[in-house]
């Protein structure tokens, strides 16, 4: 076991390959013969390939193969009817502006690129609608269920309350942007052996995503995946340029890699998509709610459905007897979108927690109290109680740390002289999610011990929290111990999404750390030896170099008699320029309610990482497209706004830290979700209390304030 | 040779020049080597002998001799042919700071920069920062402070947090989170990051 140096137990168990450049993402593997490919992509929206010319790419030096419709390398699903209607090199449509049409291959990235230029398409066009707000505002353009309508008690009931608001929120496309560029390195051997290196939030689903394509058996096929440089959603499935250089390695007979630009990122590997939402919200003249309506419209593709959670909130986080709900996907002539770091509940909760406040502020009621007074007993929807819930407690530690009783009820009160502060506040809630998982664990007699499973570590630090875990359970310094993952080959679990990880894939080291416990516990009574003995001391008494557990573990009944969340409740406090309309976030208070902190380092991390992405949510990011063209003007780092180090105060970070008692074994509940869920508003909720202008258009930009009398 | 010289048109003029060219070079010096090489179709390695140019440079004290497309990024040069992958590529158009290395002790986005530009200079990359086992203090300050999620933006976040410190940026957190801005972060971890920062420069370490 190499040499680490943690000075403290919860600092990140890989965090010394990270600081010294050994951490390998896939990009970054070795392999005897690789070749480079390169993209070429289309410049027209909606039609068909007419003709396209590779010649020139051919001859052009360095350069492989150029694959593309014209010669489609084999890829067996893709030769059969059905199936996906974009099946990329065996479809001359397009559906999307910057769709992959080609790949060059070449024997330098530099040779492929070039030739990747010569390539030329021409295409018959389409018309086409890019513009998600146009298409929702069109009574004649296609719109799909995007979930069953929910009804409890009277439908649209605000309607008839003693104190009604209505109001429509805003959300544009949201890029998600992880450091490290997407992409893959693809090996296909002889006798259908295929090796990858892939950026992937699951091992597991890559590789039978790649079984199903090629139809080939799953166990010849290898998936590595030790680091990932950030996800947030769009490495939850493998994408089309994925299955495009697997077919170019197999096509080629050499290893292939494929790293793609940052432009492209924008296109090939989805996004948030935009959404337009409707709240209806009543309320008594006391401040109890009588009425909740949420009505979404989210985007979606023409060739490829995708649907999330907006409008689950509204269904459970406040007492109400009067709930409907409808969501709506309407296709756009765009890429696919995939789930984006709070998925649809940050889409939600940005409307949901907007209206809340703008009730409260309708009843002349503190936000805070107005919450407080409408918190609820049980999930209605569900009709079960609460496994842990603590959000009274978080309200109050919050309240006190942002200072919520400097905050004015009346708009644009504190002022000092341009600038106008004010506070918000918001209720972020996702699904306790817990599948199942397999571990293996190895309790060697040198005293240490390895934990394998086929999980990810996309950032959050799975590694660190599963050593601490076992660390606890079986009294071993966390040097001595390795958790891999990563790896397809290791024990299957799922895939690092929907803050299901340490839930999931903790229980299991939870069971093999218990497992191996007792069989060290019995063979130290068969050999005469205390019971209390040291492990080594046990297998050395028994001649055993080392004992293997592997253990499944997933939920059981519980989840039938309880409505399992995690909570988190976020103070801001900003400032408003008053001339320029620039938004300062001054500080930032989250207090997360997620059961037993396992990590409390990395958990923290995880909270002020969701707070900037919320800042981004809030402030700067939206994904501008040129609907003449639909293509994207803004897909790059310079003119997408992803908060930088200078945008970001003080951030603070609380936790309840009491253990679910119904969860898993550990009592803790996932946090990736709810770190940004709600934070949007909570920044949206403060501006209208510096400036008493209510933004219900994301992001918060300052020719919005201006704009706003 | 013949046949290839009979094929060529307008599309592929670059190429065929190269080729071209290369032979009637080749074949005044020693004819006999290059026909040779044309009819066992080695012309491409003809052609890069001309496509490339030689370059000195040191990276992490190790001096290296090469020669190399002109077009080739100094970041792409790290990890392509040194396979020194700690530097990492983020955008390609320093936006992003993740290739960030030193070069003659300046912070400079490699992206940005052609391996050809540096004779003669001496590049530091993250994995020439470390005195042999012993950590740099910029490092392990990051591991203290959790600096990081996924890692990937660290490396440049910590070659300019040293040249941070070095340029004496860090009177104030505003001031370190100022001079930080060209690292983007997309896990989030700026206020650790200035955390980490601050701890070094209050321990006076300026290597």
């Not at chain 1, 406040?318 to 995939?338: A, E, F, S």
Request: charged share 20%.
């Amino acid at each position: 076991m190499e040499k680490r140096v943690l000075k403290d137990e919860n600092d990140r168990v890989d965090g010394i390959y990270k600081v010294t450049g050994k951490a390998k993402y896939f990009a970054e593997y070795e392999l005897p013969g690789l070749t480079y490919g390169v993209l070429v992509t289309s410049t027209i929206t909606k039609g068909k390939i007419t003709s396209l010319d590779t010649k020139a790419a051919e001859k052009a030096p360095g350069v492989i193969s150029v694959l593309s419709h014209l010669n489609k390398p084999s890829a067996p699903a893709y030769e059969q009817e059905g199936g996906p209607a974009m099946k990329i090199f065996y479809t001359d449509k397009v559906f999307y502006n910057g769709q992959p049409i080609a790949m060059v291959v070449a024997n330098t990235f530099e040779r492929a690129t070039y030739a990747a230029s010569l390539v030329k398409a021409t295409y018959a066009k389409e018309d086409f609608n890019t513009d998600f707000e146009k298409a929702v505002s069109d009574a004649k353009a296609k719109k799909l269920q995007g979930q069953p309508d929910y009804k409890r008690g009277v439908e649209d009931a605000y309607k008839s309350a003693e104190v009604m608001i209505e109001a429509k929120y805003h959300l544009p496309i949201e890029t998600h942007n992880p450091m490290e560029l997407h992409g893959i390195i693809a090996d296909w051997r002889p006798n259908n052996q295929v090796m990858v290196y892939a950026k992937t939030q699951g091992v597991k689903a890559t590789q039978g995503t790649i079984a199903n394509v090629f139809k080939i058996p799953i166990e010849n096929i290898q998936v590595n995946s030790e680091f990932v440089g950030g996800g947030f959603g769009m490495a939850l499935r493998t994408w089309s340029l994925e299955i495009a250089t697997i077919m170019a390695s197999k096509h080629v007979a050499k290893p292939v890699k494929l790293v793609i630009t940052r432009m492209q990122m924008f296109t090939m590997v989805g996004n948030r998509p935009a959404a337009v939402q409707t709240i209806g919200l009543g309320a008594n003249k006391d401040g109890k709610l009588t009425g909740i309506t949420h009505s979404a419209f989210g985007e979606t593709s023409v060739y490829e459905n995708f649907t999330e959670g907006v409008v689950n909130m509204a269904k459970f986080m406040y007492q109400c007897d009067n709930v409907n709900t409808r969501y709506t996907v309407v296709p756009v002539d765009l890429g696919v979108p995939i789930w984006m770091r709070g998925p649809g509940e940050a889409t939600g909760a940005f409307a949901l927690e907007s209206a809340i406040d703008e009730m409260a502020h309708a009843l002349d009621m503190d936000p805070l109290e107005f919450r407080i007074k409408n918190d609820p007993e049980k999930d209605q929807q569900r009709n079960k109680p609460f496994s842990d819930k603590n959000i009274k407690e978080a309200y109050r530690i919050g309240s006190g740390k942002i200072g919520w009783s400097e905050r004015k009820n009346k708009p644009g009160s504190l002022v000092n002289g341009q600038w106008k502060s004010g506070y918000g506040v918001s209720i972020g809630v996702f699904n306790a999610n817990r599948g199942r998982a397999s571990v293996k664990g190895i309790l060697k007699a040198d005293g240490t011990l390895v934990l394998q499973s086929a999980t990810s570590d996309i950032g959050p630090g799975t590694g660190t929290g599963m050593t601490l875990i076992a660390s606890k359970l079986l009294g071993i310094p966390n040097d001595k111990i390795k958790f891999e993952l990563g790896d397809s080959s290791l024990p299957p679990a799922p895939s690092q999404g929907g803050s299901a990880t340490l839930s999931t894939v903790g229980s299991a080291v939870n069971d093999v750390c218990v497992a191996l416990k007792s069989t060290i516990a019995e063979l130290a009574a068969n050999s005469n030896m205390d019971a209390t003995s040291n492990f080594i001391d046990v297998l050395k008494k028994n001649n055993l170099p080392s004992i293997e557990v592997t253990k499944q573990s997933q939920a059981g009944k519980e989840r039938e008699d309880y409505s399992m969340y995690s909570f988190s409740i976020h103070f801001v406090k900003v400032k408003v320029h008053s001339l320029t309309g620039v938004v300062k976030v001054d500080k930032i208070v989250s207090v997360g309610d997620s059961g037993t902190i396992v990590s409390p380092k990395t958990a923290r991390s995880q909270m002020v990482g969701g707070a900037v992405g919320g800042v981004g949510m809030a402030l700067t990011e939206e994904s501008i497209i040129d609907h003449r063209y639909g293509r994207y003007i803004n897909n790059n780092f310079a003119d997408y706004h992803v908060p930088v180090n200078a945008d970001i105060p003080e951030i603070e970070v609380h936790f309840i830290n009491k253990p679910d008692p119904y969860i898993n074994p550990m009592g803790a509940k996932g946090m990736g979700e709810i770190a940004l869920i709600g934070f949007s508003a909570a920044v949206a909720n403060a501006v209208f209390n510096a400036t008493g202008k209510r933004i219900r258009t994301l992001p918060i930009t300052p020719d919005k304030i201006l704009a706003t009398s | 040779m013949q046949s290839s010289d009979k094929e060529s048109n307008q599309g592929d003029t670059r190429r065929d020049f190269l080729k071209k060219s290369s032979l009637i070079t080749a074949v005044a010096l020693t004819p006999s080597v290059a026909l040779k090489a044309a009819e066992n179709q080695v012309d491409e390695r003809f052609a890069e002998l001309f496509e490339k140019i030689p370059l000195n440079l040191t990276v992490n004290n190790k001096a290296y001799k090469t020669s190399i497309e002109p077009r080739v990024t100094l970041l792409d040069y790290l990890r392509e042919e040194l396979h020194l992958t700690g530097t990492k590529k983020g955008c390609d158009h320093g936006q992003c700071g993740a290739c960030t290395v030193h070069v003659d002790g300046e912070r400079v986005n490699s992206c940005l920069s052609l391996a050809v530009m540096n004779e003669g200079k001496k590049i530091t990359t993250i994995e020439g920062l470390a005195n042999g086992e012993e950590l740099h203090p910029m490092q392990a300050a990051f591991i203290k402070h959790d600096g990081f999620q996924c890692g990937y933006c660290t490396p440049g976040q910590i070659m300019s947090a040293v040249a941070c410190v070095k340029e004496g940026h860090t009177n104030s957190r505003a001031e370190i989170s100022e001079y930080m801005s060209g690292n983007i972060c997309r896990c989030g971890a700026y206020p650790n990051i200035v955390d980490a920062i601050v701890e070094v420069s209050k321990g006076g370490n300026k290597a």
